[in-house]
């Protein structure tokens, strides 16, 4: 079991409806401890890979995101939910919908943060139908830049999304993969990796 495994295990609650809080280190509150090691996992997995740029999605995705481009000495850019009246200028746009919010929105970057010099990794807390990466990976593909990898925290591996990614043939890494979940018990089972 990985660092990221125990700690999914020791602080993790499996609620109804395959759900995973990990609220109390990852996406509400922030173990920075916790996101420095992540961090460094996914330098060490991509790290013969030519990345120039973290790319994510607001909001959780965003702290995380942070502190893999600090160990890879790149900026980070995420994509806007919202247009709001701060971004200016062109803009790439895609559909997405979201598994935890069960909504669709649109995400947004401005085509200055996005072109086709760029080599991204796509960062992300969660995958389970992949509708967000599929999103970000259209956004880079508008742009012309290439997807060198996407790193993702934990991979719901009994939901269809990282099938679908892998499938389309992009690096995945997943630092941890649960197999299954019981609400009633709380036990989570992980791919072995």
Not at 133 to 155: F, K
Request: glycine fraction near 8%.
């Amino acid at each position: 079991m990985n660092f990221l495994e125990e700690r999914i295990v020791k602080d993790g609650i499996v609620k109804e409806g395959n759900v995973l809080k990990v609220d109390s280190f990852l996406n509400h509150q922030m173990d920075i401890e916790l996101f420095d090691q992540i961090g460094a996992e996914f330098k060490k997995r991509f790290a013969d890979k030519n990345i120039n740029k973290i790319l994510t999605i607001e909001a959780s995705g965003i702290g995380i995101a942070c502190i893999v481009a600090k160990h890879f000495h790149v900026p980070v850019v995420f994509a806007k939910k919202t247009q709001s009246i701060n971004l200016e200028g062109e803009m790439y746009v895609a559909e997405v919908e979201s598994f935890t919010h069960k909504c669709k929105n649109q995400v947004i970057v401005a085509k200055k943060f996005l072109s086709e010099e760029d080599h991204v990794l796509i960062i992300d807390d969660f995958l389970a139908n992949g509708c967000a990466l599929q999103g970000l990976i259209q956004l880079v593909t508008e742009a012309g830049a290439t997807v060198e990898g996407i790193g993702i925290v934990i991979e719901k591996g009994f939901q269809s999304g990282g099938r679908i990614i892998r499938n389309l043939g992009y690096p995945l890494e997943s630092l941890a993969i649960v197999e299954a979940m019981d609400s009633e018990t709380g036990e989570i089972t992980f791919r072995e990796q």
